[in-house]
């Protein structure tokens, strides 16, 4: 599950899983996605998993986080119910054909997929002006929506290992007029059942070990609480814009990462066009 050779000590490995979850829980929480958006490249930095790994470490995780985050945004009446529901229902299916496409993808297409969509969430957040206190009506078309927006967040979240908040958050407020709060609480609350769809797929097709997600769940589960404290607190507009630089500072070091595994895998390929031994 691991990148390479120079995996960490036990010890380690076990402080850089919980730092994992303590980072991508306080993210959760503030901005109402799942965590993956830095658990999964925090996983392969410290704990040095390839993408494939690291998306399926990551979407175990999110489960519990989700849960606390929901609950709390809940209790504050910053959740609209239907619309999670609607959101979810396209999430199932959604995450059973990005968890199909995670195991047949090369991982060069997984991390420049990933960046791709980091980028444009980072544009979007800056070019949408969040507000506060709004909620959604309900009709028709909003209804067929939700659900295709829950289809795309379920593909994201298999594929990606994020919860697909990273997704459903931008869009809630930018198409369907949702104030920033409700957002991100709706959010969390249709991620509780497309992370349980993706990760049984992930652990069926053993793509993850489960202590690990376990690990990071449980300390991303209690940051998360603060981070929902925070995101109360920071006003709209400067949480967007600190969202969309973590998105692109996220993007940047993966862009890098990537090319250097380029270089790397091109450097190691044999040189087949020479001539043949005599």
């Keep these: 599950m691991t990148t390479d050779s120079a995996t960490p000590s036990p010890v380690r490995r076990y402080l850089a899983l919980a730092l994992v979850g303590v980072i991508g829980g306080v993210l959760s929480g503030a901005f109402g996605v799942g965590g993956g958006i830095v658990m999964v490249p925090l996983l392969i930095w410290l704990v040095r998993f390839d993408q494939?790994?690291?998306?399926?470490?990551?979407?175990?995780?999110?489960?519990?986080?989700?849960?606390?985050?929901?609950?709390?945004?809940l209790v504050q009446g910053e959740?609209?119910?239907?619309?999670?529901l609607?959101?979810?229902?396209g999430g199932i299916v959604g995450s059973i054909i990005g968890t199909r496409l995670l195991k047949r993808l090369p991982l060069g297409w997984l991390r420049w997929l990933f960046i791709a969509l980091l980028v444009v969430v980072a544009v979007q957040t800056i070019l949408e002006p969040p507000s506060r206190g709004v909620d959604l009506e309900l009709t028709t078309w909003t209804i067929v929506g939700l659900v295709g927006l829950g289809l795309a967040m379920g593909i994201a979240a298999g594929l990606f290992g994020i919860g697909g908040g990273v997704v459903a958050v931008p869009v809630l407020i930018a198409l369907f007029g949702m104030g920033d709060l409700?957002?991100?609480g709706t959010s969390l609350l249709a991620m509780i059942p497309t992370a349980t769809t993706g990760s049984i797929a992930n652990i069926r097709n053993r793509l993850v070990r489960l202590s690990d997600g376990l690990i990071v769940g449980v300390f991303a589960t209690g940051a998360s609480f603060g981070g929902v404290a925070l995101a109360f607190w920071m006003e709209p507009r400067i949480a967007a814009i600190l969202f969309a630089l973590l998105v692109l500072f996220t993007s940047v070091q993966?862009?890098?990462?990537?090319?250097?595994?380029h270089r790397a895998a091109r450097k190691d390929k044999p040189d087949t066009d020479g001539p043949a031994a005599s």
Excluded at 79 to 84: L, S, W, Y
Excluded at 86 to 89: Q, T, V
Excluded at 254 to 261: F, G, M, P
């Design 79 to 84: 959740v609209n119910v239907i619309a999670g």
């Design 254 to 261: 993966l862009s890098i990462r990537a090319i250097k595994a």
């Design 86 to 89: 609607l959101i979810a229902a």
């Design 52 to 73: 494939r790994h690291a998306a399926a470490t990551s979407l175990v995780a999110i489960l519990p986080t989700a849960i606390a985050g929901a609950s709390t945004y």
């Design 182 to 184: 409700v957002a991100k």
